[in-house]
């Protein structure tokens, strides 16, 4: 795997890559291999869901290449990466797949200053490549070996560059030290590999005690966001970076970033006793860390899509365990006096379930931080039983974090972050964690007021739905309702079969426009407008024309669409009108299956005057009419009468004798949900059964 990886990257050219492994329920990749970046840069990706807004994740669902061709584009097209990696680099997503479909996902990236396009061989080495990996994804699964440690990707080293002779060596030495300024070298993790004497004059420090270390950690002064973001500018995008900083008390220097594939280089210069024009970093002030403000900004903006609970725990366990090094998490809340469990990572649900619904108890953590707001840091079960003394020891980790999840300066929950090793918690990173779960209670508190809310609605929502359709001699019917995807709210599509005697049965379908309660309200006056004109045996122009006067008279400020079919099952005839809805399909007894063009009529609740023509037809056994609302065909950027077209392929294609089969195959083939779907299949049968 690591050879067919380099390989790949130095048939690109590319300055890193980032290889992702499809988990097998297939909802999410974890980071398998990765080359060209440190772990540390990487580790808001260890797991990305394959449904979040992520080139990776967008190549592996729809399985295509996915091109980014700089920083403009990837902020305009993918902001949750865009933020936490502010610079100017190329980038390409594809798929990794073998003969038996789709098993992971492939990122390179590029310098900035690659060409708007892949060229023709950087195409043809990212296909070779990637079918390359899937074959041996797939070898390795036929073997039953692991193919990723969860959030433990393997990092790949540079390539070796040509090794120098001792004459070269020495030269190199002797050269650095006649420029003029000191001289420091960093590999891809920004740690010092060689420093000159005059560089470690310059910074004040023993060139033993730089060696191995980051500049920002061995040096109090140089632990500022800006000196670590240059840093990464220059990793990612390949290009040379400069800045200046004070040295405490009053020497300013300027430092200039020279990367490339293997590392970076560093050119130390004293500058004079004050600030100069250019990038400049005032001394820090305590520890200020740029990976974790990167976390901080990237968990703000995520957060910001979660919409109901479930949503804030994933994200939440998704990006907070890989950005602070924990192993665990339990995000909790109090209903009615006692714990609940909201949800849990890296724990058993065994071990969880004894606490869900417990009384409040100040003997349990997660409990007493409900209580008093006060967060606690734990770094050994020692420290734990101190505070907790009725704690047993039972999950095998060494430290904890519990924090309150605040909302309108009230806890309304708690997080417990969890630790494999001891940790320390200095003041920096208890107050970093403290910020992290504000965010995250603000999150917890907008996605629960959202739930009840879905809630509600959906259950108005499904009250004025029919409950069942009522069982009819001699047609068979299937229906099929899905609400728009969350965050949309609820809609006003609805459908309706009435039974009007021992030979007759009529059918509706419509939509009321927009997504909200009164949607849902109107949608239940319609329906039953429909039902009463129905029931009284008026033709279908005159079902819609009543309807239709009693919306203009009510003035809702919606309009609706809505088909109305009236279904003769002794003689084998329908007759159907329209109020600006979507054709029917009918697929004949001969599998052949076209659109009815029905003339069209105005929306209900537009003018009270309009007229509503209606379209007879044969309606023989065997034959299935296909009623449907525009969510089962509309999406963006495609067209509607080849959507169409292609929902008329798929009903052709389907058993008539298996309605529930058929019913689940256009369900499954329609867009990702942006609107409600509502489907009604009817199909007459010979023996009145």
Known sequence: ???????????????????????????????????????????????????????????????????????????????????????????????VASDSGVRGGLVLLWPSGHPSRLSRAEHDALRTGSRRLGHL??????????????????????????????????????????????????????????????????????????????????????????????????????????????RPPGTWLSFELYPDPSGISVRIEHTGDGPQDGPVVETAQGPGRATVLYHLMHLATTLTEAAGVQDVVDQTADQLLPALGAQAMVLMTVEDGRLRILGH??????LLARFDGVPLS????????LATGEPGFFSSFTQMTAVYPKMTHEDGMSAWAVLPLIASGRPIGSVLLAYDRPRAFPPSERAVLTSLAGLVGQALDRARLYDTKDRLAHRLQSALLPHSLPSIPGLRVVARYLPAARGLGIGGDFYDLIRLDENTAAAAIGDVQGHNVDA?????????????HATVGAPPDHV????????????????????YAHLDLGNGRACLATAGHPPPLMRHCDGRTELLDIPPGLL???????RYPSLECALPPGCVLVLYTDGLVEAPGVDLDDAVAALAGLVEQSDPCDLEAMADTLVRHAPTPGDDIALLLLSPTQDGG
């Open 520 to 532: 849902a309200a109107l949608m239940g006056q319609v329906r039953t407008a429909v039902h009463a």
């Open 604 to 610: 209900l609740g537009i003018d009270p005057t309009a």
């Open 1 to 95: 795997m690591d050879t067919a990886l380099t390989d790949i990257v130095r048939a690109t050219r590319a300055s890193g890559a980032l290889l992702y492994v499809l988990t097998p329920d297939r909802t999410a990749l974890w980071l398998s291999h990765v080359t060209g970046a440190p772990r540390e840069v990487v580790a808001p990706w260890s797991r990305v869901a394959v449904g979040d807004p992520i080139p990776v994740a967008d190549a592996v669902r729809e399985e295509r290449l996915v091109w980014v061709k700089d920083q403009v584009e990837m902020a305009r097209r993918y902001p949750r990466p865009a933020v936490v990696l502010p610079y100017d680099f190329a980038l390409a997503a594809v798929p």
């Open 137 to 246: 994804f797939e070898q390795a699964a036929r073997r039953g070996e692991p193919l990723v440690t969860p959030g433990r990707p393997r990092i790949l080293p540079p390539e070796p560059g040509r090794t120098p002779t001792a004459e070269e060596a020495w030269a190199g030495t002797a050269l650095l030290d006649r420029l003029p300024g000191g001289y420091v070298a960093l590999d891809l993790n920004g740690r010092i590999t060689l420093v000159t004497p005059a560089a470690a004059d310059l910074v004040g420090a023993e060139p033993d005690r730089l060696l191995g270390s980051l500049p920002w950690e061995v040096l109090p002064w140089m632990d500022v966001p800006h000196v670590e973001d240059r840093y990464r500018a220059a990793l990612i995008s390949r290009t040379p970076q400069t800045f200046r900083v004070l």
């Open 362 to 369: 100040r003997d349990i953590p997660g409990a007493a931080v």
């Open 345 to 350: 990572r890296g724990y058993a649900t065994e």
């Open 544 to 563: 819609l024309g009543g309807t239709n006067r009693l919306l203009t008279d009510l003035d809702p400020g919606l309009f609706t669409s809505c088909l």
